[in-house]
């Protein structure tokens, strides 16, 4: 559609360029025969020419303007129209200098010539001044307004293109979050098996050989698996917050410690949890997690000291998460990237859920995501 809107504008503009010219050239024609009391060949010819040469882009610079100038030298008023239209794209190309010196050059040249349509002949220096002048500040004034114009459209051009480069990181950022997460998780799994495996194998005289065959085999595999899992996704372990060769360990925090962190920073928290988080999948826990997170520091941003209200349902057979706060006043003294939501929409959309953020009534604002627990997934626990 943009493009399509430029292509109409400037054949609108080409249109209304012609039409400019052609009354400049009917003028010449007009005051050829008002000077002269008849029509002059020559002058219309000139005016023609002219008009023409102002007409073709590749001819405008420098074409243009030289021919018009002398045309205008010798013809006077007839052509004082032409020389006009010159001067103003000259003026919009931001070539001022040139233009007042053409202008200098065809008045001054007129001057000198005794011809009935000389500038200088019944006519007043202001009225003959008046049209350069007009046609020079025009020009200087709609190129600066064009040039103007351009710069704000590749400004936000840019602007669009940053915005969706950041979100596209803050997308990638959490992904690599995931990966680190479910990395560290699932090294703890790993090196629970192959703990548990190697206590069972020094017992070896008690147990018939297949199963301490079968048993070795497990160990030996958890292992290699657990090296494996290391050598892909402990890349993705920032390396300024790991010290270097610290043990993996789960990074499975629960909502209420978050939220008793928070309640030590002053603020308002009224925590609701349903069901038993040992029964939901640890992706939606650490999705939980992370959405409290970033719902609790945006609360904290945008509505300082406003009390916030969470509830969390971990199904079955959905885990859902709700975060409510009203109005508050907002910080000025936090800067952020304005991204955070972008990641987890981007989680909760890779676990198969729904993101939903927005004003909820009288000012309040909500955060809710709604994720659906795998399908033959087991639960053992009650809701309490």
């Not at 005794?114 to 350069?132: C, D, E, F, K, N």
Request: net charge positive.
């Amino acid at each position: 559609m943009g493009r399509v809107s430029s292509r109409e504008g400037l054949r609108w503009a080409a249109c209304g360029r012609g039409a400019v010219v052609a009354l400049c050239v009917l003028a010449a024609a007009l005051n050829g025969m008002a000077f002269e009391g008849r029509y002059l060949a020559p002058v219309i010819i000139t005016a023609l020419v002219c008009g023409t040469v102002l007409l073709v882009p590749r001819l405008r610079w420098p074409v243009a303007p030289l021919l018009v100038t002398v045309a205008t030298a010798w013809w006077g008023w007839p052509l004082l129209p032409m020389l006009a239209v010159a001067l103003f794209d000259l003026a919009v190309d931001r070539r001022a200098r040139i233009a007042v010196g053409c202008a200098v050059a065809a008045l001054g040249a007129n001057l000198l010539s005794y011809r009935a349509t000389s500038l200088w002949t019944g006519q007043s220096y202001a009225s003959t001044l008046l049209m350069p002048v007009l046609a020079v500040l025009v020009g200087l004034w709609l190129g600066s307004r064009r040039r103007l114009v351009q710069a704000l459209a590749a400004d936000v051009e840019h602007l669009g293109v940053e915005a969706r480069l950041r979100e596209e990181a803050a997308r990638i950022a959490e992904r690599s979050r995931i990966a680190a997460e479910m990395h560290d998780v699932l090294a703890h799994r790993l090196s629970l098996i192959a703990l548990h495996t190697g206590v069972l194998t020094t017992r070896s005289d008690t147990l018939p050989a297949t199963v301490t065959e079968r048993l070795a085999l497990l160990r030996a595999t958890s292992v290699e698996a657990l090296t494996d899992l290391r050598d892909v996704l402990g890349v993705l372990r920032d390396p300024d917050t790991t010290p270097a060769g610290a043990a993996l360990t789960p990074m499975m925090r629960e909502v209420g410690e978050l939220a008793d962190e928070a309640r030590a920073a002053g603020q308002h928290i009224k925590l609701t949890v349903e069901g038993r988080p040992e029964g939901a999948p640890t992706t939606h826990r650490l999705a939980v997690y992370r959405i409290v997170q970033e719902a609790l520091t945006n609360a904290r941003k945008h509505a300082d000291g406003a009390p916030v209200t969470v509830r969390i349902d971990y199904g079955p057979p959905t885990t859902l998460i709700e975060v409510t706060n009203p109005p508050g006043t907002p910080r000025t003294d936090t800067v952020g990237s304005g991204y955070g939501l972008v990641g987890l929409r981007e989680r909760v959309t890779a676990l198969g859920g729904h993101l939903q953020s927005g004003p909820a009534g009288a000012g309040a604002w909500r955060l809710a995501a709604r994720i659906p627990h795998p399908a033959g997934l087991e639960q053992n626990g009650t809701r309490t």
